[in-house]
């Protein structure tokens, strides 16, 4: 509790400009002490480096030749594309983004070393270049089947379904790997409204076409989702019977209707075909 209050307690940084937004910021963020004692940052939203003073970063953008996050483009359909950026690769532009997502991450420390991360960077892309959406963050190894640890979408860009996509493609690329994976605990209120919602649809669409019975391995074979979150999931949604030791899905078509009402469309959808990527080795 006391780590959590000298977190909480002193918002350093009023607000910050990125692109073409000044965002009001949540909580606190670590940077370096030169940086506390302004109210505003000014970052370039391409490379992430951060000022104190407007006519730093004009300077700045004159020079700075990125248009997009540096790393490799590994998805685009239509406007949107995602970026992988390796921490070690690009090590300031990891520590940049860790201090600008820290500004909207109560419970999380950021202090690990970048070098151990990737972290996918969304973009909405036009012809000044691809401006960031979100990103998720994910260890290049986890020994907890991890497959997230931070994701993040910037307040302008919230509630408009970007969350979803970041976490549909987590899964996506835990697939692609082979394993089963799980976000990095805890969750925040809005990560944990965000991942029941994506497991709610995901596994209720499946629930929906299968004929006959399933088990929640198969469904986390199918999906990709660890087992515990398929189970607390079902069991939320009262989909859950316990019958002579074994728990059992009971999937009332009609329960299963209403529950998928309730659970709402979101309309950006991960297009697979349009992934381009190899696990890291
Ligand atoms: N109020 C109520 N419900 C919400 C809200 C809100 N403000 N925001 C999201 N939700 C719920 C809704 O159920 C929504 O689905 P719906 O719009 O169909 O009803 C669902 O979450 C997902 O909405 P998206 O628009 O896809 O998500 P968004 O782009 O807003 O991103 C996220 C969600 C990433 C959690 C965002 O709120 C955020 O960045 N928050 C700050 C950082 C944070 O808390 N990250 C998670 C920490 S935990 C971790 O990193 C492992
Ligand atoms: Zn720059």
Redesign the pocket.
């Known amino acids: 509790l006391r780590e959590h209050e000298e977190f909480t307690k002193v918002k350093n940084i009023a607000t910050i400009e990125l692109g073409r937004y000044e965002i009001e910021t ?1 909580y606190f963020s670590p940077f370096p002490p030169e940086y506390n004692d302004g109210l505003k940052l000014y970052f370039c939203e391409f490379c992430l480096n951060f000022m104190k003073r407007k006519e730093q970063l004009q300077r700045h953008m004159r020079k700075c030749d990125l248009k997009h996050p540096p790393g490799d483009e590994i998805y685009r359909s239509g406007t949107l594309s995602m970026f992988e950026v390796d921490g070690k690769k690009n090590k300031v532009y990891g520590q940049n983004l860790c201090y600008l ?1 820290k500004l ?3 419970h ?1 420390t950021l202090y690990y070393d970048v070098d151990l991360f990737l972290f996918y960077v969304l973009c909405e892309c036009d012809d000044r270049g691809c401006h960031m959406v ?1 990103y ?1 963050s994910k260890e290049k190894h986890s020994e907890e089947s991890y497959n ?8 302008p ?11 549909a493609f987590s899964y996506e690329l835990s697939k692609k790997e082979g394993k089963v994976g799980t ?12 991942y ?3 497991w709610t649809r995901v596994l209720l669409d499946i629930l929906k076409k299968h004929k006959g019975n399933i088990s929640i391995k198969e469904l986390s074979d199918m999906t990709a989702i660890k087992a515990e979150d398929i189970l607390t999931t079902l069991q939320s949604l009262e989909l859950i019977q316990y019958r002579k030791g074994q728990h059992v899905i009971c999937a009332d078509p009609k329960v299963l209707d209403r529950h998928l009402k309730a ?4 309309g ?1 959808e991960v297009d697979v075909s349009k992934l381009i990527w190899t696990p890291y080795k």
Request: hydrophobic share 40%; glycine share 14%; proline share 6%.
């Open positions: 949540w997502a909207f991450l109560d999380k979100g998720f997230l640890a931070c994701i993040l979408t910037l307040p860009y919230q509630r408009k379904g970007y969350g979803k996509f970041l976490i976000p990095e605990r805890p969750l925040s209120d809005l990560g944990l409204l965000s029941r919602g994506y659970a709402g469309r979101g950006l």
